[in-house]
């Protein structure tokens, strides 16, 4: 994983702890396909960006 000393990077975005929060937890494979692993390196920014795509909403 992407850890840096004491501040996370995002694995997609590459921005750092504070500029982005990871509190929402990114699963690599969604849940609702079976997933159970999730990452704890993906910002919540990019989750969202994410969820929309896959759930293609306008």
Do not use: R
Request: glycine share 4%; with cysteine.
């Amino acid at each position: 994983m992407v850890d840096v000393i004491n501040n996370k990077s995002c694995l997609w975005c590459l921005k750092k702890e504070p500029d982005v929060t990871f509190i929402k937890k990114a699963h690599t494979i969604p849940k609702s396909l079976g997933g159970q692993n999730y990452n704890k390196n993906v910002c919540d920014d990019c989750m969202k960006i994410e969820t929309v795509k896959m759930l293609n909403i306008q």
